[in-house]
């Protein structure tokens, strides 16, 4: 009988490589960054938040040749309840508009004593509002015994509206920026003070933004807020605003959605003003609220990893 021959192993055919994890973020990351960049997130035509200098700014001081005042800076007023507020909810705005050139100053309407801390957190709040770079001597603490931090009390609006009506009578400003109905958390200190700006005098009054409450599960998208804003914006893109083939498949998509014809048309029609942090910005603003050191408890952890409004800020008009 013949010898047995061992049988030959089979071939394995090579694996295909795997991307690893930091070459797939070395190919994503460029990707959105061109996303985001060809994707401008519309404004509102009336006033360009980030580009308050544009000659078409209805708020800049012109010489008498109709030129913008090179030395002239436009003026914003952050009114908050609380110290901290500036960093947990409005760090994009106050960081994003002393980028764009704005003089920001602020107006806090109590010390945050609820808990007794307020000596502490009157400190904090300079310090927050620094590294956003807002300069102590710009910020205003009110500590008035009718104004205390409290989760179940309301303010008198006539009280609070007597404040920033003082604030802007000593230090006029072009813009004021506040909470709006719903105070992003619901806390009736927030609510008080767009309640308050109805009291204001209609013709001394400033153009005010109110920040955009978010939902309760969005407010915790992070900074997937900013792909669905940009993915929003992809309509009002100049192809399809010039070019019929785009428009027409562009016109199939959205009946796809189910977006009526009042809905797409709204799409490029800014009435919001958005307020983007990048990477540096969003460390900017987890710096400023690290300042609040009494504040530091662990599920503020959580809200800066997980809040929108560490990312992105959307201000509404509020109209007279």
Known sequence: MPPRTAPTPRAVPPSAPRMSTPMLFAVLIPICRLFLLFTPLPQPSSLNLQRPFAPSSPI???DEEGKVDASWKPKALVVTAHPDDEAMFFAPTVHGLGLAGWDVSALCLSNGNGDGLGHLR??????????????E???????????QDSITTEWDPALVASFISDSI??????????????????????????AAISH???????????????????????????????????????????????QAVLSQ????????????QGLCTAETHVLVNDVRGWVTGIKAMREHKSQMVWFRYLYLLGSRLMWVNELEEVKV
């Open 60 to 62: 800049a001081l012109r």
């Open 122 to 135: 009157k400190d904090e709040l300079y310090a927050g509002y620094k590294t956003l770079g807002v300069a």
């Open 137 to 147: 001597d710009h910020v205003t603490l009110i500590d008035n015994p009718d104004l």
């Open 169 to 194: 009578s000593a230090n006029p400003v072009d813009l004021i920026i506040t909470f709006d109905g719903q105070g992003v958390t619901s806390h009736p200190n927030h609510k008080s003070i767009p």
């Open 200 to 246: 204001l005098s209609p013709a001394s009054r400033p153009r005010v933004v109110a920040l955009k409450s978010p939902e309760t599960v969005a407010k915790f998208t992070g900074p997937l807020h900013i792909i669905y804003l940009h993915l929003k914006s992809i309509p009002c893109l100049p192809i399809f605003q010039t070019n019929p083939a785009a």
């Open 253 to 264: 998509v959205l009946a796809m959605l189910n977006l009526s014809s009042e809905e797409q």
